[in-house]
């Protein structure tokens, strides 16, 4: 099947042309009804699939390049809400498919591959997804929907970033071309925030158009002690998202950079600055968290990853990008980080009072989606929660056996990450394995503060990063491997 449809997507010309042909007096016939480009629409879209699905990798790989401009045609088609949607169309469906078509003819998915632990609390989570899409105290069906697409949607990244990489030195690749393309957000990021500070407002608000208002939040201010922090979207719809690309640019410039200081401690500079670069883009990104949760990360990635030099090495690189922030924002280091804690136990508390509201509301949850806020689009927004701590969000939603379900499934990545860092042998493949254990914890963490899981790119990397964790162990064994051995299966 995937060969035949090479022949007629790639190979076949005469078919190609005749399909063109086609669309053209269908969009003839369409020109009076404002209608003509919906032939040549459906023919790119069929195109496009037969390209992708034969290659379900291209797909994957698309969309990491996608990611970092996801905001982009948001601008461009606002206020069509139908952007939002368009990477999946474009790539995640695709890979989908294309990873299906290929698993059912060559065997490719290998369940056992996986930590039982991971899977089973997947399967549990999902079961109680579609479990409470029949829930009575919903509020409709199309909720349900919504809530089924936000929880489970991206979660197959899991499976497919496992086998998308079958050697660490393609996985390397990958992350070095992540990180020259991530140089292009945070330079047009921190180019605002410089241009913002400075009172310039007429040369960056114009350029986002009518999207202008949405994407900078109704142009507010956040005020940390005395300093002005104008919100910074850079080429993402929300200045969440943007610090969040940042924290996990940060986490891949961090592992590479480890690899390569790995392989000699006088490498690695180039790795260093991007590094240094991505956390000061994330400084100036507007979001206070970034004063707290890029030093966490950090924090985080030695508790796997020891080295008085390379400890020395990071906390200047990390002081240096606070200084230049602090430099462009005028403000007072000390004085932040005072306020900042302040700030950081406050939140704590309004948090821990929304997990507790959420336990008064229910305890057995009132039903997929209701505590989703992509279900406002279609729901009466009255009767949906706006709870933001993501473990109330599950409260709400699944009642304390979906908390339940949701630690497990965390603890139970981590858990096994942590096992496999401890068997890996393979020094570069250590460093990777402390910068993504460390991302995905900090992810956790940070999801006290807000559903963040449910939004670009978090909901991509997450799944995304953590299955790439779970193939270390392989990529270590196929890389001792003597050629022309089979690879050793990896531990489980």
């Not at 279609?378 to 709400?396: C, F, H, P, S």
């Amino acid at each position: 099947m995937l060969n035949s449809l090479k022949d007629i997507f790639i190979k076949n010309t005469k078919v190609a042309l005749g399909l063109a042909l086609l669309a053209g007096c269908i969009a003839v016939l369409l020109k009076d009804q404002g209608l003509f480009w919906v032939p040549f629409a459906l023919v790119g879209g069929v195109a496009w699939l037969g390209v992708l699905i034969p290659h379900w990798k291209w797909a994957l790989y698309g969309l990491l390049l996608y990611l970092p401009f996801v905001g982009v045609p948001v601008v461009l088609f606002y206020p069509s809400p139908v952007p939002i949607l368009l990477k999946d169309f474009l790539f995640v469906i695709p890979a989908y498919l294309g990873f299906f078509l290929e698993n059912r003819y060559r065997k490719t998915l290998a369940f056992s591959a996986f930590p039982k632990t991971v899977v089973w609390s997947l399967l549990a989570l999902a079961a109680l997804v579609f479990l409470h899409l029949f829930n009575p105290a919903s509020a409709g069906w199309l909720v349900g929907l919504v809530g089924l697409k936000v929880w489970l949607f991206y979660i197959p990244l899991y499976f497919l970033a496992y086998y998308l990489i079958d050697s660490k030195e393609q996985l390397f690749r990958l992350f070095q071309w992540m990180l020259v393309i991530a140089l292009v957000p945070t330079a047009i990021g921190s180019a605002e925030a410089i241009l913002l500070a400075l009172g310039r407002t007429e040369l960056v608000y114009p350029i986002y158009g009518a999207a202008a208002q949405s994407m900078f939040h109704d142009f507010r201010i956040n005020i940390l002690a005395g300093v002005e922090l104008r919100r910074v979207p850079s080429t993402f719809t929300l200045v969440f998202q943007y610090f969040n690309y940042c924290l996990a640019m940060a986490a891949i410039a961090y592992a590479m950079w480890r690899v390569r200081f790995s392989q000699k401690p006088r490498r690695g500079y180039w790795e260093l600055f991007v590094l240094s670069f991505v956390v000061l883009a994330g400084m100036l990104s507007g979001a206070r968290a970034a004063f707290i949760f890029i030093p966490l990360y950090f924090v985080l990635a030695q508790i796997w990853d020891r080295g008085v030099l390379r400890l020395l090495m990071l906390g200047l690189a990390l002081l240096v990008s606070l200084g230049l922030a602090m430099m462009i924002l005028g403000g007072n280091l000390y004085a932040t980080y005072q306020e900042m804690i302040k700030l950081t136990f406050g939140y704590y508390y309004v948090q821990l009072n929304e997990f507790t509201r959420a336990l008064q509301l229910t305890y057995l949850g009132l039903g997929t989606g209701m505590n989703t806020g992509a279900a406002r689009y279609v729901a009466d927004l009255a009767r949906i929660y706006g709870i933001e701590n993501y473990y109330a969000k599950a409260v709400v939603e699944f009642g304390i056996p979906g908390l339940i379900v949701l630690v497990s499934l965390f603890l139970a990545i981590l858990g096994s990450g942590w096992k496999n860092h401890n068997r890996l042998r393979d020094v570069e493949l250590r460093a990777i394995s402390s910068g993504i254990l460390a991302y995905l914890a900090l992810t956790m963490i940070y999801q006290w503060k807000g559903w963040f899981l449910d939004l670009d790119p978090v909901n991509v990397y997450f799944w995304f990063f953590a299955g790439l964790l779970a193939r270390l162990p392989h990529l270590e064994e196929t890389s001792a491997a003597a050629p022309g051995e089979p690879a050793i299966q990896p531990v489980q």
